[in-house]
């Protein structure tokens, strides 16, 4: 069975607008986290349309970013 991760639980949240305690629970403790500030940040500014819900972890982004700047440098 895979690890269930923040992408996974974005796709559910988009495609059924709900996520179980279970799910929440397979969650590591940062991706877990990471979703919360997401959920505050759409329900305020997105008024919970599920299309504004972020596909990709910001987090995850931002490590990206930063590898591919640095391999620009180089």
Known sequence: ?????????????QE???IGLQDFKNLSYEDLNELFEEIKVWCLY???KLDKLPKESKKKKDKKDKKDKKDKKD
């Open 1 to 13: 069975m895979s690890e269930y991760k923040y992408e996974d639980a974005v796709k559910q949240l």
């Open 16 to 18: 059924s607008g709900a």
């Open 46 to 48: 997105a008024n919970g």
